[in-house]
């Protein structure tokens, strides 16, 4: 969840939005293609962390760190509280030589890049981050599709929205490796495009974004199911080199730094 929802949700505790839940499990998922734990995840632009904390239950790696410039010492303390305790550092800013002294092996920029204004200069300064030298894996995901920008991301303060090519162009211009890419909530895009379609036409729109989810344990279990099985489908698609468009977007990246 992002800072902006945490601070205006002033509940005890969060009901996570199915949609956030099913994407910790796809993020986890796709980092699992690594086929070895990670030394130390860095996770830029954390918000509450609550994907990072995710991999931690996981035991991904041995190390995590959540660095968000939104970060005071308050909402630190908040999200420290929230989901049990936890061994994951956090920084408003990297103090300087960080990456030399605190090497990541794996970069998280998960719906970011769309708040940047210059989004090639953001993820530059994040490849550089990660250290000079060893195997990195880079995570991005972004959301799909210029078409589907509504009020919702600028509620969100969004500048863009991407498709699979321009987030891989952006990747490749900054020396990475794409090891594989592609769209998911391919069921979220079609609401998406409808409530668009509606809201151009002049309909009033509510002010929601995930941090207003009223939803039950049943109905979050249910949608969750369904966003799952959405990914699977599309993944399967995915590996036949064919590409439902999906509400969300990401790519999968490498980089041997020396």
């Not at 035991?59 to 303390?77: K, L, P, Q």
């Not at 594989?180 to 079609?190: E, N, Q, R």
């Not at 989810?213 to 080199?241: E, V, Y």
């Amino acid at each position: 969840m992002d800072l902006s929802e945490l601070n205006r949700d002033q509940s005890a505790t969060i009901n996570r939005h199915p949609w956030e839940t099913t994407r910790a499990k796809i993020v986890n998922t796709l980092l699992h293609k690594n086929k070895s734990k990670f030394h130390h995840i860095l996770d830029i632009g954390s918000g509450d962390a609550f994907v990072l904390k995710q991999l931690e239950k996981k035991n991904t790696a041995d190390y995590y760190s959540a660095v968000d410039n939104a970060y005071t010492e308050a909402t630190i303390n908040r999200v420290k509280k929230q989901e049990g305790s936890s061994e994951i550092r956090f920084f408003q800013s990297l103090p300087d030589n960080w990456e030399e002294t605190n090497p990541a092996d794996c970069l998280l920029l998960l719906d970011v890049l769309e708040h940047c204004e210059n989004d090639s200069l953001i993820l530059n300064e994040s490849i550089f981050r990660l250290g000079s030298s060893g195997y990195k894996t880079i995570l991005i995901t972004v959301p799909a599709f210029q078409s589907l920008f509504s009020n919702h991301d600028k509620i969100l303060k969004h500048y863009r929205r991407y498709t699979r090519k321009k987030i891989e162009q952006l990747c490749l211009s900054n020396g990475l490796k794409i090891k594989k890419s592609g769209y998911f909530f391919f069921t979220l895009y079609l609401l998406r495009y409808f409530k668009v379609l509606t809201e151009r036409s002049g309909a009033k729109q509510k002010k929601k974004t995930i941090d207003n989810w009223k939803g039950g344990k049943l109905k979050s279990k249910i949608i969750a199911a369904i966003l799952w099985a959405d990914f699977r489908f599309c993944d399967f698609l995915t590996n036949c080199r064919i590409h439902l468009p999906g509400l969300s977007c990401y790519c999968l990246c490498q980089k041997t730094l020396s």
